[in-house]
């Protein structure tokens, strides 16, 4: 039988947490034959709530899950860890100014970060689903000098995923028939989700949608703002949808992409197309036996440039200020 595979999560208590442990547990992170172990890192304040959803997933019976540590010391949460989803993070409340987020931020990643560095398993891998994750994923892995920094990496899977869907809505195909979907950039509003080198059942998705004003006007505002239009129609942040990003952007690291697709990962940049190195950035990655490379040599035309470049403009000011403020 197979060891089991340490995953810790960072804000088990939240409700993205819940909707997330118990498919980790079922098989649907890493494999619906690979055990698991969980580690669930809460503030004090949520240790109860953690305990409550611990009791659940004993009720559920997993038979791939082989155990449950509480704890909100990220020392002992992150020993021995192989996967870190780092989910937990101070969201911005009324009249909260940007580098006062970004230092809340800072008091949690960076300490998560040495925590990785100095406990984790050496092939540890990084998954920042907390906003604003790049920033947050590049002040930990910042502070995790150890650690490669490749395997630092932010959530823009859910993005991906709905620019597939607004896709196949759009077109009438199947989201299985929709690939090579891009997002550029940030998880942010500024974030630049990419058709032009995407297919829709094997045709260019740009030319079948073949509706410029229908991309800039429509398909990039409702996917870049898709988090406020949950917000406003659930009275919640994006939760169910979230969690499974999270599990897909895991699953195809660890496992793969598809031949002749690939998937949307924030990593640190190399310089590729024009993206300044050590930014986390997110790009058209492929995977394969556990790494990733980025897609290389695609044509960036003159409605891509821009937009790409406006995100990864933003994602240097928060480096800027996170400079400032003394937490990279
Ligand atoms: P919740 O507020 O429901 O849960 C957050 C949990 O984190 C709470 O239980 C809190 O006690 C815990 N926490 C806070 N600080 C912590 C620390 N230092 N260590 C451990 N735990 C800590 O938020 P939820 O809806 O679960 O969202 C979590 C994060 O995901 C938010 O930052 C949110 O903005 C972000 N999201 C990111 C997305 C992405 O695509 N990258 C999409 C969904 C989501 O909005």
């Known amino acids: 039988t197979r060891t089991p595979v340490n995953v810790t999560v960072t804000g088990a208590a939240g409700q993205i947490g819940y909707a997330l442990l118990f498919r980790i547990a079922s098989g649907h992170l890493l494999g619906a034959d690979v055990p698991v172990r969980l580690r669930l890192l809460e503030i004090p304040q949520g240790l109860k709530a953690a305990e409550g959803t611990a009791m659940e997933l004993d009720d559920a019976a997993f038979p791939l899950l082989r155990g449950i540590d509480i704890t909100d010391d990220p020392n002992a949460a992150f020993d021995g860890a192989n996967v870190a989803l780092l989910v937990g993070a101070r969201p911005r409340t009324k009249g909260m100014e940007r580098g006062d987020l970004l230092s809340a931020n800072g008091g949690i990643f960076k300490p998560q970060g040495k925590a990785i560095n100095d406990h984790a398993a050496d092939d540890i891998k990084v998954l920042v689903v907390g906003n ?93 703002k898709r988090g406020a239009a949950i917000i406003e129609a659930r009275g919640a942040s994006s939760a169910a949808s979230a969690a499974s990003a999270a599990l897909d952007h895991v699953h195809t690291w660890v496992n793969g992409t598809a031949d002749g697709d690939w998937t949307s990962m924030g990593i640190v940049s190399d310089g590729s197309y024009g993206v300044p190195a050590g930014l986390i950035s997110s790009f058209p990655v492929t ?42």
């Not at 000098?145 to 620019?163: G, K, Q, S, Y």
């Not at 058709?195 to 409702?222: C, M, R, S, Y």
């Open 132 to 224: 604003p994750a790049n920033t947050n994923a590049l002040i930990a892995q910042s502070a995790a000098p150890d650690v490669p920094a490749e395997r630092f990496t932010a959530m823009t899977r859910l993005d991906h995923n709905r620019a597939i869907a607004q896709l196949a809505k759009r077109t009438g195909a199947a989201v299985s028939d929709i690939k090579r979907v891009t997002i550029w950039g940030n998880h942010s509003a500024t974030q630049y989700p990419d058709i032009f080198h995407a297919e829709v059942a094997g045709k260019n998705a740009a030319e079948v949608v073949n509706d410029e004003q229908w991309l800039a006007d429509t398909f990039i505002p409702t996917v870049a």
């Open 287 to 328: 995977t394969k036996d556990g790494s990733y490379e980025i897609v290389q040599g695609l044509d960036i035309n003159e409605f891509s440039r821009p937009r790409i470049d406006a995100s990864v403009k933003e994602l240097e000011e928060e480096r800027a200020a996170v400079r400032e403020l003394g937490l990279i």
